[in-house]
């Protein structure tokens, strides 16, 4: 079973007189130790797909699915939920608080979960992105390359089956981007979470499992 699955997906939008429809019946499933990767030109309508995978919008018409159960009209506390404890995010621009350390910033999503203490997982999941010895480190103290690692190990704090990554290696190199990919790829296999990556970034190809080709709101591929 997929973890997630769109079935018929369309989503319109009023722009003044105008209404735009950015997503055209799109039909889409990512599993468990699975990396796909979502490509295509800007205003294809991959950010109104990334949304309606990490259940921050809702379809016009069609069908989202989390773990074989139909969420499309959950209520907003409901999604809240889900997506607190089935979802992580990764974002271009890294999205750290300055005056927290390392090991603060991926504790943060799960501060609101006062029967767990994550302290012990997040200097784990920073260890296992080589920085153990980045633990107190602040994010004016990081290269981006660093950065980006600490915003996986946050995505990943609260054990979630879905990591979503926007332009991940966006801010990166290509060597520091080859590096985040390695990375994803051996976090999707130790922990067996669906990685879904919205990118314009060719390298993906190489370590992703399957790509989907989104072009004016319709999957080529």
């Known amino acids: 079973m997929s973890v997630i699955e769109l079935e018929g997906v369309v989503k319109r939008y009023r722009s003044g007189e105008e209404t735009i429809e950015a997503l055209k019946g799109v039909d889409f499933h990512a599993d468990r130790g699975e990396m ?19 259940l921050l919008d ?16 959950f209520t907003e506390d409901e999604l809240t939920e889900e997506r607190r404890s089935t979802i992580g995010f990764v974002f271009q621009a890294f999205h ?4 927290l350390t390392a090991t603060e910033n991926v504790e943060l999503p799960s501060m609101w979960d006062t029967k767990h203490d994550r302290r ?14 980045r633990l107190g480190h602040t994010p004016s103290q990081l290269s981006g390359g660093q950065k ?18 926007d332009e991940p290696t966006g801010n990166l190199d290509q060597d520091t981007g080859r590096t985040i990919l390695e990375e994803l790829t051996r ?35």
């Open 36 to 54: 796909v990767t979502v490509i295509g030109p800007s205003g294809s309508g991959k950010s109104t797909m990334l949304n309606m995978i990490g």
């Open 58 to 73: 809702t379809p016009t018409e069609g069908t989202v699915r989390l773990d074989g159960r139909d969420v499309t009209d």
């Open 96 to 99: 750290l608080l300055p005056m």
């Open 120 to 133: 012990d997982r997040a200097v784990d999941l920073l260890e296992r992105v080589g920085l153990g010895d």
């Open 148 to 165: 980006q690692r600490v915003a996986i190990a946050r995505a990943l704090i609260n054990e979630p089956e879905i990591l979503l990554a």
């Open 187 to 221: 976090l999707k296999e130790e922990e067996n979470i669906a990685i879904v990556a919205v990118t314009h970034d060719e390298q993906f190809v190489e370590y992703t499992d399957r790509v989907v080709r989104l072009v004016d709101g319709v999957v080529q591929s």
